[in-house]
């Protein structure tokens, strides 16, 4: 019996799930693709590091030359994350032919392109499945089930560790930083939570969604990013009610040829299936436009998690399934809309020095702005300030900032809080 071989690089968390998995479902695997897999090397970087994985250490190797010169290495596993020197190893690895599969959505995120192309030339399968929303099978779906459609929205929480603690925060009640500081003594948070909090992680994998989704390049640079420091207590409690959750959001949509990508805190109604998704599970809702909308859900991070969808990764290569998917010919141009032409409704929170009039000056503002209100709530009557919170209809974000700008040299006019951008997904 033939045996594929696999040259594993990282085993660190992913790396052990996919170990385990090749082990453990052995017999699953061989029935769904009629070959045995085999883990022939393994790279890490320190050679020395004590192991929970029952791998012979002969496998282990800390020279890639081992993993690139070896011809019966046919597979490519990259799960040892960051740019270089992964992306470097990639490269080396498809122009010897060998297929590649990551989960590295910074890498893919950054330098997809030139990965894409140089799968493309060297006629090699270049697959990515555990990049987003780990264990969720969506970038499958995207490019094979729903390849029918035209996608007209996604909206996804692919970042579980903004999901646990906007969701803690919702719970318990508590302020921003005292959440993160427990979940990073937990684990569930990094030393340095920015990649996370920022919302860096949430917007490389909507670059990726992006491009399976409405076939635009790969490009960071032109994706809305804005993270989750600034939610409080007081806004989670006016979101509650008003009806709505808060949500880091990675959202893109098409219309009529233009597309918007944007990453920030969301409002979403109670009774959008994305509001119950909690603590650090993902969920990505999509809208095509023949299957209509479809939400998928699990866990977007962990070993076995990811390791699954990097096993069906392979699995997909060895069934010649791997298309190279880059058909950068076919690519037409469409326009990502800076964040000012996108029009949303804004939930927009100022606190005022509590004097009659000021009320009526703020609403005149946005009204100069063309910014139509939707609701006002006034509270904390008694102090010298009060917070007036607006929701407003759908508006042009250009004309909400020229607003916000006008309404701050209202004299009266303490401080814009905060500014939540609104989605009513279904309804809308
Ligand atoms: N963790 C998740 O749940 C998850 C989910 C989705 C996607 N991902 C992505 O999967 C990738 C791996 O994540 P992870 O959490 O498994 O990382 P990890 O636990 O930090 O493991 C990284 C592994 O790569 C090895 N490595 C790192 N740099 C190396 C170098 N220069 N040369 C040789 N070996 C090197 C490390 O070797 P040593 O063991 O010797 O240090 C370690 O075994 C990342 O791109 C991440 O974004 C992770």
């Given at each position: 019996?033939?045996?594929?071989?696999?040259?594993?690089?990282?085993?660190?968390?992913?790396?052990?799930?996919?170990?385990?998995?090749?082990?453990?479902?052995?017999?699953?695997?061989?029935?769904?693709?009629?070959?045995?897999?085999?883990?022939?090397?393994?790279?890490?970087?320190?050679?020395?590091?004590?192991?929970?994985?029952?791998?012979?250490?002969?496998?282990?190797?800390?020279?890639?030359?081992?993993?690139?010169?070896?011809?019966?290495?046919k597979?490519?596993?990259?799960?040892?994350?960051?740019?270089?020197?992964?992306?470097?190893?990639?490269?080396?690895?498809?122009d010897?032919?060998?297929?590649?599969?990551?989960?590295?959505?910074?890498?893919?995120?950054?330098?997809?392109?030139?990965?894409?192309?140089?799968?493309?030339?060297?006629?090699?399968?270049?697959?990515?499945?555990?990049?987003?929303?780990?264990?969720?099978?969506?970038?499958?779906?995207i490019?094979?089930?729903?390849?029918?459609?035209?996608?007209?929205?996604?909206?996804?929480?692919?970042?579980?560790?903004?999901?646990?603690?906007?969701?803690?925060?919702?719970?318990?009640?508590?302020?921003?930083?005292n959440?993160?500081?427990?979940?990073?003594?937990?684990?569930?948070?990094?030393?340095?939570?920015?990649?996370?909090?920022?919302?860096?992680?949430?917007?490389?994998?909507?670059?990726?969604?992006?491009?399976?989704?409405?076939?635009?390049?790969?490009?960071?640079?032109?994706?809305?990013?804005?993270?989750?420091?600034?939610?409080?207590?007081?806004?989670?409690?006016?979101?509650?009610?008003?009806?709505?959750?808060?949500?880091?959001?990675?959202?893109?949509?098409?219309?009529?040829?233009?597309?918007?990508?944007?990453?920030?805190p969301?409002?979403?109604?109670?009774?959008?299936?994305?509001?119950?998704?909690?603590?650090?599970?993902?969920?990505?809702?999509?809208?095509?436009?023949?299957?209509?909308?479809?939400m998928?859900?699990?866990?977007?991070?962990?070993?076995?998690?990811?390791?699954?969808?990097?096993?069906?990764?392979?699995?997909?290569?060895?069934?010649?399934?791997?298309?190279?998917?880059?058909?950068?010919?076919?690519r037409?141009?469409?326009?990502?809309?800076?964040?000012?032409?996108?029009?949303?409704?804004?939930?927009?929170?100022?606190?005022?020095?509590?004097?009659?009039?000021?009320?009526?000056?703020?609403?005149?503002?946005?009204?100069?702005?063309?910014?139509?209100?939707?609701?006002?709530?006034?509270k904390?009557?008694?102090?010298?300030?009060?917070?007036?919170?607006?929701?407003?209809h759908?508006?042009?974000?250009?004309?909400?900032?020229?607003?916000?700008?006008?309404?701050?040299?209202?004299?009266q006019?303490?401080?814009?809080?905060?500014?939540?951008?609104?989605?009513?997904?279904?309804?809308?």
């Amino acid at each position: 019996m033939e045996k594929i071989k696999i040259g594993l690089l990282g085993m660190g968390t992913v790396g052990s799930g996919v170990w385990n998995i090749l082990k453990n479902n052995k017999d699953e695997i061989f029935r769904n693709c009629g070959y045995e897999m085999e883990i022939a090397k393994i790279l890490v970087k320190d050679l020395d590091k004590k192991r929970n994985i029952d791998a012979p250490a002969s496998l282990y190797t800390d020279d890639f030359n081992e993993v690139l010169n070896d011809d019966e290495i046919k597979i490519v596993v990259e799960v040892m994350g960051g740019i270089e020197p992964a992306k470097d190893y990639i490269l080396k690895s498809m122009d010897k032919k060998k297929h590649v599969v990551s989960a590295n959505k910074a890498l893919i995120a950054s330098h997809g392109k030139e990965l894409f192309e140089r799968a493309e030339s060297n006629k090699v399968m270049f697959l990515y499945e555990a990049s987003v929303a780990g264990g969720i099978p969506i970038l499958s779906t995207i490019k094979e089930s729903l390849s029918g459609n035209k996608i007209e929205e996604v909206m996804g929480i692919v970042n579980g560790t903004t999901n646990y603690i906007l969701t803690k925060m919702t719970k318990d009640k508590v302020d921003f930083h005292n959440v993160l500081k427990e979940a990073q003594d937990k684990g569930y948070a990094e030393l340095d939570p920015t990649a996370d909090v920022e919302a860096y992680d949430a917007a490389h994998k909507l670059a990726i969604l992006g491009f399976l989704s409405f076939g635009i390049n790969i490009d960071l640079s032109s994706i809305y990013r804005e993270g989750i420091t600034k939610i409080t207590p007081v806004d989670i409690e006016y979101a509650k009610e008003l009806g709505y959750a808060i949500k880091l959001l990675a959202i893109g949509k098409e219309q009529d040829g233009e597309i918007e990508m944007r990453v920030h805190p969301t409002f979403i109604p109670l009774d959008h299936p994305l509001a119950s998704v909690g603590d650090a599970f993902n969920a990505v809702f999509l809208k095509g436009n023949a299957v209509g909308d479809l939400m998928f859900y699990g866990k977007g991070a962990g070993d076995m998690p990811t390791g699954s969808a990097v096993v069906g990764d392979i699995i997909d290569i060895i069934k010649n399934r791997g298309n190279i998917f880059y058909p950068s010919n076919s690519r037409k141009k469409k326009i990502v809309k800076s964040m000012e032409e996108t029009t949303c409704k804004y939930y927009i929170r100022i606190v005022v020095k509590d004097k009659p009039g000021v009320l009526g000056k703020i609403a005149s503002e946005f009204g100069k702005s063309q910014v139509s209100l939707s609701s006002v709530i006034q509270k904390g009557r008694k102090t010298p300030t009060v917070s007036l919170v607006f929701i407003t209809h759908k508006s042009k974000e250009g004309n909400v900032k020229n607003a916000i700008d006008n309404i701050l040299s209202i004299e009266q006019v303490v401080e814009i809080a905060n500014l939540i951008r609104v989605e009513n997904g279904v309804d809308e």
